[in-house]
C-alpha cells in the first residue's frame, strides 16, 4: 500500500537544474522523515539528502551541499529536490524513501524503511 512515484527528471546540460518531485501514497509522510538517494551504474545507492518530520532539518551530503535543496510540502504528501549546478557526477537513478537517523542525525546514518520503492527518475547531466 505504501507507493513513492518519483518524477522530474530529465537530460540537461551542466550547470543546469531540474526539480525532483517524490508523491507518496498509503500513508501520511508527515510523520516521518523521508529522503532522496541515488544510484548510479557500477556504484552503491547512496543518500544524497533528507529532511525530518519533527522540525524540518535538512541534511545533504557533502558532494551537493550548497546545490540541491530538499522541501517537503505535507498538504501534498510530497517531497521535492530542486537540484542546481548540477555536474555529470550527478547522473543516476534518483528514489525517495522513508527513513530514520540510527544515531547522530546526518545523511550518513540515514536508513530507509523497509518497502517500497518507487520506479525512481532518471537524471543525466551531459553535454
Known amino acids: 500500500q505504501v507507493q513513492f512515484v518519483e518524477s522530474g527528471g530529465g537530460l540537461v546540460q551542466p550547470g543546469g537544474s531540474l526539480r525532483l518531485s517524490c508523491a507518496a501514497s498509503g500513508f501520511s509522510l508527515a510523520n516521518y522523515a523521508i529522503g532522496w538517494f541515488r544510484q548510479a551504474p557500477e556504484k552503491e545507492r547512496e543518500g544524497v539528502s533528507c529532511i525530518s518530520s519533527r522540525d524540518g532539518s535538512t541534511y545533504y551530503a557533502d558532494s551537493v551541499k550548497g546545490r540541491f535543496t530538499i522541501s517537503r510540502d505535507n498538504a501534498k504528501n510530497t517531497v521535492y529536490l530542486q537540484m542546481n549546478s548540477l555536474k555529470p557526477e550527478d547522473t543516476a537513478v534518483y528514489y525517495c524513501?522513508?527513513?530514520?537517523?540510527?544515531?547522530?542525525?546526518?545523511?550518513?546514518?540515514?536508513?530507509?524503511?523497509?518497502?517500497?520503492w518507487g520506479q525512481g527518475t532518471q537524471v543525466t547531466v551531459s553535454s
Open positions: 524513501a522513508t527513513g530514520y537517523f540510527s544515531l547522530r542525525r546526518s545523511i550518513a546514518n540515514f536508513r530507509p524503511n523497509s518497502g517500497s
